[in-house]
């Protein structure tokens, strides 16, 4: 991701994801949520035009709240088909209902997103779970989760490596906050 930390400092949408958002660990559901519907939506598009359309994502999707997606009905869907405020595609559409109630599942079984997340972070021989392993793991877990978007998804939260260079100011104040990929974060669970 070297060549988003020179090209996404002081462009208008890019430059304050790249600068407070990716990379940087969440803990709410809602942004995680958010997170997981724009890498979705995003497959065959850019990053660019995620960002362009994340405010009508906002208002269509209900602020992000996993309880109120993941109730949504056949009248939602079609409201989510027409409205040109987001990506118009059933099979994204109907990924982010399915997810949401996986998520509402995931709080029953772990607590939260977060947490189910965090429980994931090692693989069953204790080791660090690698980038194959959590594609894996979300493809079991999620619909409409393939390598890409799964990547992506747990890059922009730091559970996975590459979202920032090493000489990054941005990775400087991530590492500061000891993301998933620190060490120091199972101590903290």
């Known amino acids: 991701m070297s060549g988003y930390c020179d090209s996404a400092p002081g462009h208008p949408l890019h430059g304050p994801y790249h600068d407070t958002e990716y990379g940087f660990p969440q803990r709410d559901e ?15 598009l850019s990053w660019e035009t995620m960002l ?51 998520i509402r599942e995931l709080r029953a079984s772990h607590g939260s997103f977060a947490q189910w997340l965090d429980a994931h972070l090692l693989d069953d021989a204790g080791k ?40 990054c100011p941005a990775q400087k104040e991530i590492l500061k906050l000891k993301p998933p990929l620190d060490p120091a974060w199972r101590r903290k669970l």
Not at 62 to 74: C, E, H, N, P, T
Not at 139 to 154: C, M, P, Q, S
Request: avoid cysteine; aromatic fraction near 10%; proline fraction near 1%.
């Open 52 to 102: 362009r359309k994340r405010e009508g994502f906002h208002r269509a999707y209900s602020g992000f709240d996993v309880d109120k997606v993941a109730r949504y009905g056949d009248k939602d869907r079609e409201r989510l088909l027409n409205d040109a405020g987001i990506i118009r595609n059933r099979l994204k559409v109907d990924a982010a209902i399915h997810n949401a109630k996986v």
């Open 128 to 167: 660090r779970r690698d980038k194959a392993g959590w594609i894996k793991l979300f493809k079991r877990t999620f619909r409409f989760t393939g390598g890409e978007i799964t990547n992506e998804f747990l890059m922009s939260l730091g559970y996975l490596p590459g979202a920032h260079r090493d000489d």
């Open 30 to 44: 809602a942004v995680l949520f958010e997170r997981l519907i724009l890498e979705i939506n995003q497959a065959g």
